[in-house]
Nanobody
Framework: VQLQASGGGLVQTGGSARLSCAATGGTFSARWMGWFRQAPGKEREFVAA????????RYADSVKGRFTISRDNMKNTVYLQMRNLRHEDTAVYYCAASYGGIWSSVGLTTAYDYWGQGTLVTVSS
């Protein structure tokens, strides 16, 4: 399975952007997919995740009410709609897929089996 993230770029403070992550190659049977981000000099942190069958979602406190994760079963694609972007949202965003993890560990990088290459989002005034 390969994950291809796209949609990053330069966004103004308060603006919006939508990231996409398409899964290709082989049979897609992830239990859930998630987004993480890593700012310069910081550790990779959890942003959001969506359970593939139930569409249950989970968000980091820092993005609740501003970011929305969704998925398209037919396209094997997960999206991250980001609104009211702040400077501190600047980071490389990674999508990831979990095949055998436990939902309670959705915020841990170790719960994921496949990772995309990352897409840079820069929020600037």
């Amino acid at each position: 399975v390969q994950l291809q993230a796209s949609g990053g770029g330069l966004v103004q403070t308060g603006g919006s952007a939508r990231l996409s992550c398409a899964a290709t190659g082989g049979t897609f049977s992830a239990r859930w997919m998630g987004w993480f981000r890593q700012a310069p000099g910081k550790e990779r942190e959890f942003v959001a995740a969506i359970e593939w069958r139930s569409r249950s979602t989970r968000y980091a406190d820092s993005v609740k009410g501003r970011f929305t994760i969704s998925r398209d079963n037919m396209k094997n694609t997960v999206y991250l709609q980001m609104r009211n972007l702040r400077h501190e949202d600047t980071a490389v965003y990674y999508c990831a897929a979990s095949y055998g993890g436990i939902w309670s560990s959705v915020g841990l990088t170790t719960a994921y089996d496949y990772w995309g290459q990352g897409t840079l989002v820069t929020v600037s005034s």
